[in-house]
């Protein structure tokens, strides 16, 4: 897919999630094959002002790899500031965040707040186009309007293509739903059928497996599909739409010798990239475990012991424990077999182990 006068290689994108989409699990998600990440929303205003905590968020992908940089604001200079600096880490695009419902967000009027307001919302993507050089992509997501009697993501999209935007996501659901109901096909539909053809349209909301993956491009038309929390604990869903995009069979979910490499490559990246001080590498550490523990046997067990544990090396030695203790439980699947996930799901067994 090309998003400006660049392509990616296949038509999937990790969605910009607060506190989720840092460094270590972008890079994850690119290893196992996803088409391009985006960081988290930045403020503009706090990335304007030097705000380290937020500065230190815009971080550019490991190896050169692309990416975006996603940023959020109503005013001309520090949304003219914060495209800058994202190109000056090398950012391959600059995103709008027109969609997020967060009360604190569109309080300030910022965010799915801009959907209301289409003229200056127009007027950003103008004012940050001409911040940014000629071949950076300037491009915009936002919801399928701000409730159901104001559904304008058609009208609303083409308006930001108008102005300038490269491409547009669209997550279906409105500002009002929050993450409740579900995010609805159709307006996407409507939106890849109102914007000319050549401006990329990206497909997003509820996408957990291949089968959403490709009901998402069949009945919307939509050009790509971006996935969030479906890919949370679950790298491997890009890795599937990568073999699938290229006529290859779905290899399936993970090996446990799989999921217990991405969680040593996680963590390694958690203690890699954040600074052992950061009150957030724990915390990280803790989400990696849950994550990657998720539908295992006796995961609960496990999670209950773990989170009486404050030191991350030993939450981490832990953790090591109860995956070498799921592997020996049982035989490995063999990859991509039916039986792969029930041979790894939940039993009602007491754990051997994990008490030790
Ligand atoms: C924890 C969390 C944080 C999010 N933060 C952002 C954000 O920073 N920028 C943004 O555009 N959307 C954000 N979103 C919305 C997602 O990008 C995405 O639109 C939404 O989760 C629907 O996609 P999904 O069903 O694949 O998760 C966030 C969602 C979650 C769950």
Redesign the pocket.
């Known amino acids: 897919m090309r998003i400006g006068n660049f392509d990616i290689d296949v038509p999937v994108l990790l969605?910009?999630?607060?506190?989720?989409t840092d460094l270590p699990f972008r890079t994850v998600c690119e290893e196992h094959g996803v088409g391009l990440t985006v960081t988290?929303?930045l403020s503009a205003h706090a990335l304007k002002a030097g705000a380290q905590k937020t500065v230190d968020k815009l971080t550019p992908s490991l190896d050169g790899r692309r990416f975006g940089v996603?940023i959020f604001g109503r005013e001309d200079e520090p949304m003219m500031a914060a495209a800058q600096m994202a190109v000056d880490i090398g950012a391959s695009l600059v995103d709008i965040?027109m969609?997020?419902p967060a009360k604190r967000v569109v309080a300030g009027a910022c965010g799915s707040a801009l959907m209301k307001e289409p003229e200056l919302a127009a007027h950003l993507v103008r004012i940050v186009r001409s911040a940014v050089p000629d071949d950076i992509p300037v491009t915009v997501?936002h919801r399928a309007g701000w409730d159901k009697l104001h559904r304008n993501a058609p009208e609303f999209a083409c308006a930001m293509v108008e102005a300038g935007a490269a491409m547009i996501t669209v997550?279906g659901r409105t500002r009002t739903q929050g993450?409740s109901g579900e995010?609805c096909l159709e307006i996407i539909r409507q939106v890849r059928d109102q914007v000319p053809a050549h401006i990329p349209v990206v497909g997003?909301?509820?996408?957990v497996c291949l089968d959403g993956y490709r009901r998402m491009r069949e009945v919307t038309g939509c050009d790509a599909v971006?996935?969030?929390?479906?890919a949370m604990g679950n790298p491997w869903i890009f890795r599937s739409v990568r073999a699938i995009e290229a006529g290859e069979p779905d290899p399936g979910p993970p090996t446990m010798d799989e999921r217990i490499a991405c969680f040593e490559r996680h963590v390694g990246l958690i203690f890699e990239l954040k600074p052992p001080t950061s009150p957030k590498l724990f915390h990280e550490i803790r989400k990696a475990c849950a994550w990657y523990a998720k539908g295992l046997h006796a995961c609960n067990q496990f999670r209950k012991k773990a989170w009486t544990i404050t030191d991350p090396d030993l939450l981490v030695a832990e953790a090591r424990s109860y995956f070498e203790f799921v592997r020996r439980r049982r035989p490995e699947p063999e990859v991509g077999s039916e039986s792969a996930p029930e041979l790894l799901a939940e039993s009602p067994e007491p754990p051997a182990v994990i008490s030790a």
Do not use: L, T, W, Y
């Open positions: 969605a910009p999630m607060a506190a989720v988290e929303f996603q965040n969609g997020c997501k997550h993450f995010s997003n909301g509820d996408v971006m996935i969030g929390r479906g």
